[in-house]
């Protein structure tokens, strides 16, 4: 039998406004605690360039090697798997309430673990980069004789901007892992289209809110101005999938 939602779903499934109120719901809390999480580690990131550098500027420098150490002490990577495994459940609770249908996602755990992988691999290049960009700062500042003030003001710009752009890899990964396991959580149960819906705001791109309201196959994501993809897929998307289940068609 289906349940209540997805009857509801079905009679309305013309009617957009009452599809959004059953779409799956932004993973609000999961990106605010990979925020923060990732605001302490920047936070220890900052203190190691500061302590490394100090007043001196011909100190030794930061590595590649003491960010890799930062990542492994700080246990980033036991946070990720949490995080990938309560973003699973999400998905699989919203199609179980959807279907009244038992959710297994097939591999879950490598799925859990490409997205651990893929985490680890961004914040790494990241830090790579903020190795490379402070030595460089380190060198010119001690071969033209700058002052250290100016140096430091550097440094924490550098620094700032490093953790921006680490902010940004929270926000969309968090995003890009709901949808993922949203999409999987779906397929497992049969689904093969779904209903494109964005947020509904200033916020949202051009080119997907031409797709809104729209419906799609999983097996042929639509081009989005950025390559083919599903809800999600882009940097930063917000948009969402909301299951078409033929199981209960013409019921």
């Not at 993973?27 to 999961?30: I, N, T």
């Given at each position: 039998m289906a349940s209540a939602l997805y009857s509801k779903l079905r009679r309305t499934s013309r009617d957009i406004a009452a599809l959004r109120r059953l779409a799956p719901k932004q993973?609000?809390?999961?990106r605010i605690r990979y925020s923060n999480r990732i605001s302490a580690f920047w936070q220890m990131w900052r203190a190691i360039v500061e302590d490394s550098v100090g007043i001196r500027l011909d100190a030794k420098r930061p590595t590649k090697n003491a960010f890799a150490e930062l990542l492994k002490t700080s246990r980033l990577n036991v946070f990720l798997k949490n995080l990938g495994q309560d973003l699973s459940s999400r998905g699989k609770k919203y199609t179980s309430k959807i279907t009244r249908l038992p959710v297994r996602i097939p591999n879950e755990d490598f799925v859990i673990g490409d997205f651990v992988d893929e985490n680890l691999k961004l914040i790494t290049?990241?830090?790579?980069?903020?190795?490379?960009?402070?030595?460089?700062?380190?060198e010119l500042a001690l071969q033209s004789g700058q002052r250290s003030e100016d140096t430091a003001k550097e440094l924490n710009h550098i620094l700032d901007v490093g953790e921006s752009h680490a902010q940004l890899i929270a926000r969309d990964q968090t995003l890009k892992g709901a949808a993922t396991f949203n999409r999987l959580a779906q397929q497992a149960v049969g689904v093969e289209s779904y209903t494109w819906l964005t947020s509904k705001d200033e916020r949202v791109r051009e080119s997907h809110a031409d797709l809104d309201g729209q419906t799609f196959q999983y097996s042929d994501p639509p081009d989005t101005g950025n390559g083919r993809?599903?809800?999600g897929e882009d940097i930063q998307c917000r948009c969402v999938a909301v299951p078409i289940i033929p199981l209960f068609e013409g019921i």
């Open positions: 993973p609000r809390a999961e290049s990241l830090g790579n980069e903020q190795v490379g960009i402070i030595s460089t700062i380190l993809n599903h809800p």
